[in-house]
């Protein structure tokens, strides 16, 4: 089995930022992509970044280009999403995602609360 635990959610001003890691342990493959979805209260739940386990293939929402940054440790099994000038839309819950490639997400985390103050 594979654990996924999120951390560095929290309460921001619009414009601020935040950096979310993700720490993957348990029986994970030798390779595997991670990303980033998230879900807004009363809607569905949209990816917001992913990176294939190399960093050769990263892909962002277009809400999100140019403001967000996802970056891997694999010597950690850990990914990071660095998130800038951050606007009260990207309120959500942020959920770290694994699996085999970044078409495809096996694990899911339980997620971490991310709140933009107008």
């Known amino acids: 089995q594979v654990q996924l635990v999120e951390s560095g959610g929290g309460l921001v001003q619009t414009g601020g930022s935040l950096r979310l890691s993700c720490a993957a342990s348990g029986r994970t493959s030798s390779t595997y992509a991670m990303g980033w979805f998230r879900q807004a209260p009363g809607k569905k739940r949209d990816p917001v970044a992913a990176?294939?386990?190399?960093?050769?293939?990263?892909t962002y929402a277009d809400a999100v280009k140019g403001r967000f940054t996802i970056s891997r440790d694999n010597a950690k099994n850990t990914v990071y999403l660095q998130m800038n000038s951050l606007k009260p839309e990207d309120t959500a819950v942020y959920y770290c995602?694994?699996?085999?490639?970044?078409?495809?997400?096996?694990?899911w985390g339980q997620g971490t609360q991310v709140t933009v103050s107008p």
């Open positions: 990176i294939s386990w190399g960093g050769g293939r990263i």
């Open positions: 995602v694994m699996g085999p490639s970044i078409d495809r997400y096996d694990y």
